[in-house]
């Protein structure tokens, strides 16, 4: 049955209130957009102190699924240091953000410790070279028409946007979108020849018997075609569309990363795996319905936590069908997980929430909330939530942080001083 009618609150204060007091809580949270501004430049983030250590207070409630890493010289760890101060002190207070990172394939507790659960060393080989081979094939296209650039102006764009992540190698382009802020067209058209770079990394990788390892993640995108593929989000109306092209490991899907870690949460609250001590991503299955079957199946009621998740990366364009209707094109990395979040509560009787975070203020284009008119029209809201849901959305946004990363932050740092003082 298709709801038409929702109501989102912006007020965080009654959520606050409701979470406080929750002992079987589970915040599942993705990083960048939602506890830090997106910026074109991932190595210029920063991260407050205060989250860190709010972070380290919601210890055992509290885990990161994000598509970046946590490791590497782009990776948030390194963040988490610089605003500590050492890695001594962040290894010694337990200070690291615990969880999954690069779409669920790596795994690290909140002391540092790192591992890559159901990788072999063939595809860690296959992406260490990636970021190099990367540099070399868009060095070598913008040398020539129609971008015919100098070499001191490609090595300085090639420095932002071929993003060396350890286990997800990315080609990042709002570097070029805002070099060429008056030639659409231009960036258009680096827009496909990036993605063309990309997937002949995916052909090589199957030309040396790793056709099943990889996959290439788009963000933000227009959902999955028939076959499975993400769609990209093409430029468009000086829209960047689709950003990040990221080079990811088969079965690194966050919606997939959602079961390791109530696999895991389960075996702090109980002793056992109800998956497997050596559950990952790469061994679960691939729709959500599977997903949430599995969970059914194997999680025990009795404990299943409350969940909230907490996103910024959600998609929906319009796409008139044959007939005259207007269909859906939805996407956006944290749809997947945020809908398994959903749609988890409801199977297991648990009053879950789903956070977005308005992460358009920041130096990346994205779509943005019209809190004006969300206040006006809290039961009809899709006139403010243009290219991010619509009415017909089995996704249903709970709570919408307007103020962005930092009206976010402050109910994070509440959050954990009110649980702190139970």
Known sequence: MIVTETAISLDPKPLLDSLYGADNLLIIQDLDGVCMNLVRDPLIRTLEHRYILAARDLDGHFQVLTNGEHIGNR????????????????????????????????????????????VSAAELAFLAAA?????????????????????PLIDRLLASSVLDNPV????????FHHHWPDRPALYARLQADGAALVQALLDDAARQGLQQS????????????????????????????????????????????????LNRFYRQRTGDYPLGEDFNVRQAPTDLEALLQLARERFDPQHMPRLVGVGDTLTSSPLEAENGATAWLRGGSDRGFLTLVQNLGTAFGQ??????IDSSRGEVQRPGVDADYLREHPTAPWEALQGITDAQDPLRLNSIFSGGPEQYIDFFCALAKARRAR
């Open 75 to 118: 990776g948030v760890n390194g963040l988490v240091e610089r605003a500590v101060g050492t890695p001594q002190q962040c290894h010694e207070q337990g200070l690291y953000l615990p969880g999954l990172a690069a779409g669920g394939v790596q795994l690290q507790d909140r002391y540092g410790q790192v591992s890559h659960p159901g």
């Open 131 to 151: 970021p190099q081979r990367l540099s070399e094939s868009l060095e070598q296209l913008l040398r020539e028409p129609p971008y015919s650039l100098d070499k």
């Open 168 to 175: 997800s190698p990315t080609l990042n382009l709002n570097a």
């Open 214 to 261: 990889f996959f290439i993640h788009y963000a933000p995108n227009l959902g999955r075609d028939a076959q499975g593929r993400e769609r990209m989000r093409p430029a468009n109306d000086g829209n960047a569309g689709t950003t990040d092209l990221q080079f990811m490991l088969r079965g690194a899907v966050k919606e997939a990363g959602v079961l390791v870690i």
């Open 351 to 356: 009053d879950n929430r789903v956070l977005y």
